[in-house]
């Protein structure tokens, strides 16, 4: 079961990168994608459900991966360090990530359910497209404050 599990979650790898490349939040309310994938009232509602049940979970998930993160970095700022205890910290934060991975690409996938193969098909090139424009605008300035580290006189 387990190994199925890991299979299915392989394939499923590439659908999960494209959905980490959506603008955040609600895409299925975001009128020019509901009118682009033709959604229903039905199909937006299910994808309203699905997001409803699995939020509070990636919530929770989310901040375990982040104090899993955290504890790590702790153990690696210890003036004298314990290689165990580091093995330890490292272990629990890979599983805290794996945990929300799995459970974002899940959802992903009761997502994907609600979809027709045209509308996904449709999301996956909306997708793309939205990679390829956030990936070739320039970088915001920087709002940080002080000298910048090669800009001296």
């Keep these: ?5 890991i299979c299915g979650l392989a394939l499923l790898l590439p659908l999960l990168a494209d959905a980490q490349e959506l603008p955040p939040g609600k895409w299925w309310q975001r009128p020019e994608i509901s009118k682009r994938l033709s959604l229903t009232d039905v199909q937006r509602d299910s994808l309203e ?9 990636l919530i929770d998930l989310k901040a375990q ?11 690696l700022d210890k003036t004298t360090l314990n290689r165990e ?3 330890r910290a490292a272990a629990a934060a890979s599983q805290a990530r ?5 459970r974002e690409l899940l959802m992903l996938v009761d997502m994907r359910a609600v ?6 098909s449709q999301f996956r090139r909306a997708v793309a497209r939205h990679r390829a424009a956030t990936h070739s605008a320039p970088a915001p300035p920087s709002r940080g404050r002080g000298k910048q580290r090669g800009n001296r006189p």
């Design 49 to 57: 459900a699905i997001f409803r049940e699995t939020a509070p979970q």
């Design 1 to 5: 079961m387990k190994r199925a599990l």
């Design 115 to 120: 979809l027709s193969d045209e509308q996904w």
């Design 98 to 102: 794996a945990r929300l991975f799995e």
């Design 85 to 87: 205890a580091i093995e």
């Design 65 to 75: 991966a982040e104090k899993r993160a955290l504890e790590l970095h702790e153990q």
